[in-house]
């Protein structure tokens, strides 16, 4: 399939109850405008330098996503055009992407990163910790950054019923955190679901799904 077969046939998928980012990471500019081309806007990336390099490339419509961890000294580089953070995974990086999204006069929206594979890799808050955060004084202070939900990657398995308990597990955190009300939480997103598992995601009750390689072909 070319790319646009494939995000037409991602898309009929989705049928309107999630959203697409385009796991572009790796890819080049031709391959991205193709997909924009498709009706593609929203782009995700894991590097912050990538990132940067390609915004200015891209038509000014398209929203990036962060979508790998982020170091603390990055985040400048991004704040000036980042529409979504999705890989929170800590108060000292939230803090950050105030700072620097104070100095962009923008609100940026987050999505806080959860912890829910069985492997020692991936990062992400433990369910308490997200809870926890969510009550936070220190959230008080953070005026330009929105959290809008909650991201999620799932184990790298082929035991489908261990992805859908992750997932699932997600969900119900998600339902439990969706009515705190704090000036800067306004929860609308649950990012989970890749190439290999996103209609298990979607099964789940996933809004934003980031699919790379069924999309782009795989990446070396
Ligand atoms: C690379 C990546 C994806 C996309 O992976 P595919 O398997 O190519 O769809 C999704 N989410 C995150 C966080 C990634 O790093």
């Known amino acids: 399939m070319s790319i646009s077969e494939s995000i037409a046939h991602i898309e009929a998928q989705l049928a309107g109850r999630a959203t697409l980012t385009a796991v572009t990471k790796t890819k080049p500019i031709p391959l991205l405008q193709e997909a924009y081309a498709a009706g593609c806007r929203h782009f995700g990336e ?3 330098q990538e990132m940067a390099e390609k915004q200015p490339l891209l038509p000014a419509d398209v929203q990036w996503h962060q ?7 990055k985040v400048k580089y991004i704040a000036p055009f980042v529409a979504l953070i999705e890989s929170v995974d800590s108060l000292k990086l939230l803090e950050e992407i105030d700072k620097q999204a104070r100095k962009q006069a923008r609100v940026i929206e987050c999505l806080l990163q959860i912890f829910i594979a069985q492997e020692e890799t991936k990062f992400g808050f433990s369910p308490e910790e997200a ?5 936070s004084p220190a959230l008080d202070a953070l005026q330009h950054i929105r959290i809008v939900g909650l991201m999620g990657i799932a ?4 035991d489908q019923a261990q992805i859908r308990y992750e997932f699932s597990g997600l969900k119900q955190l998600y339902d439990a955190l969706k009515p705190v009300q704090r000036p800067n939480v306004a929860f609308r997103e649950l990012s989970m679901g890749m190439s290999s598992d996103y209609l298990i995601a979607l099964e789940e009750g996933s809004t934003m799904v980031r699919v790379g390689s069924a999309i782009f072909g795989s990446r070396n």
């Open 67 to 73: 979508i790998g961890h982020l170091q603390t000294n």
């Open 131 to 135: 809870i926890d955060l969510l009550q």
């Open 46 to 48: 894991n590097r912050v």
């Open 155 to 158: 184990t790298n398995t082929d």
